[in-house]
């Protein structure tokens, strides 16, 4: 007598061969490519490899990883690239462009897989950082670190291929707040514009570099606005723990200014989509109420030297103060925000709703069109 299992063949095969249609029919549901661009928020260790003391190679970075390594992110652990990342299934951001050039063998081997270009410090403006920090890689570079990945795939995949595969990656972009510093600072004598000049030089800068990376065939662009600077221990360790407001504005002038550009350009260029990131509203409104995020000290860094934690980097060499629970710091160090809290504001940007992420979150600018 025939089993009941064997009754159940043709069920099985039928279930077989229709799930792989629907991963046929919904080819575009695998992760995206990640091309990856910014500042210290995003950085995966390109400075590691640069004359700069926007640096995070040594402890107590990553002092979350299993073991224990600090990779050159700004973090205790994973920071907003590789969250981002994880949200689409990856273990975490791709390499930084540096390694990869290192070692032209594992360029062709990796490349296909994504690749980071983002360089702690940097900003829009090609002067923005350098007198700081010392080198960086400035936002225009990257682009044309990009613009010779690009090359590559083509050499790879044939020119039609090739820009098929460019048009369906992600492009995810988180610049601006050392634009900010930078002024504030008056570093490069950049306080003889107004702030309103300053911005629209930015915002011009920001249009010409992500225009060309359209014009190198990126069509999906994820961009993260600036958060609120005026609030982070670095700065609000200078003004008595408190906010500094005009900061706060002027990353509010950020966000409306770069929201008008693209805009602009989706109006202007054909098939050029879009997701922008309100960090500046995550962040407003998770300061507002910490707890219902998980989170308790929002003021103080988790690491860092004296009022705040905010007046120097986490430098255990430097006999830097660590906190013990990490879950419950908005921020790391002096500028930037724990695992956890990239964690969140991963979680929103992919599948947040438009009081945060508009016009489409990055999960529907990855899969839905
Ligand atoms: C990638 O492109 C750069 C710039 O054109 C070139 O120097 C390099 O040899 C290329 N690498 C590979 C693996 O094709
Ligand atoms: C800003 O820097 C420039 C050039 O270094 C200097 O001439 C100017 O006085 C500075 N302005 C302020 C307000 O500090």
Not at 181 to 195: K, M
Request: contains cysteine.
């Amino acid at each position: 007598m025939a089993s009941f299992a064997s009754n159940n063949y043709p069920l099985v095969f039928f279930f077989v061969l229709f799930s792989l249609a629907m991963r046929l029919a919904h080819g575009t549901n695998y992760a995206p490519t990640l091309f990856i661009f910014g500042d210290s928020t995003f950085d995966v260790g390109t400075n590691n490899f640069l004359n700069s003391k926007a640096k995070a190679n040594f402890p107590y970075n990553g002092i979350d990883f299993y073991p224990p390594f600090p990779t050159g992110r700004f973090s205790n652990g994973f920071n907003t690239a590789d969250q981002i990342a994880r949200q689409f299934g990856y273990k975490q951001s791709p390499p930084p462009f540096l390694t990869l050039e290192k070692d032209q063998y594992s360029l062709k081997k990796n490349i296909l897989k994504g690749v980071n270009f983002a360089s702690g410090g940097s900003g829009i403006l090609r002067e923005t950082g350098h007198s700081e920090w010392g080198e960086v890689v400035f936002f225009e570079r990257q682009v044309e670190q990009f613009a010779s990945v690009g090359g590559n795939i083509s050499e790879m995949l044939g020119h039609a291929q090739a820009a098929k595969f460019v048009s369906k990656a992600l492009f995810l972009i988180s610049v601006g707040s050392n634009d900010i510093f930078d002024y504030a600072r008056n570093d490069s004598g950049s306080i003889h514009l107004g702030a309103e000049e300053y911005l629209a030089v930015v915002q011009l800068t920001y249009y010409s570099h992500i225009k060309k990376l359209y014009e190198l065939g990126a069509r999906k662009f994820g961009i993260i606005s600036v958060a609120t600077v005026g609030c982070c221990p670095a700065v609000s360790s200078l003004n008595g723990g408190k906010c500094v407001e005009p900061l706060n504005d002027f990353a509010v002038a950020f966000y409306l200014a770069t929201q008008a550009l693209l805009q602009k350009l989706s109006s202007e260029l054909k098939g050029f989509k879009y997701s922008l990131g309100n960090s500046f509203e995550m962040t407003s409104t998770l300061l507002k109420s910490p707890s219902s995020f998980g989170l308790k000290y929002t003021q103080s860094a988790c690491c860092g030297i004296g009022y705040l934690n905010g007046q120097g980097g986490c430098i255990k060499a430097q006999n830097a103060n660590l906190c013990t629970n990490r879950n419950e710091f908005l921020f790391w160090d002096w500028f930037h925000p724990t695992e956890i809290a990239s964690l969140l504001a991963a979680k929103t940007l992919f599948e947040g709703d438009k009081e945060f992420v508009t016009p489409v979150n990055l999960r529907q600018l990855a899969y839905s069109y």
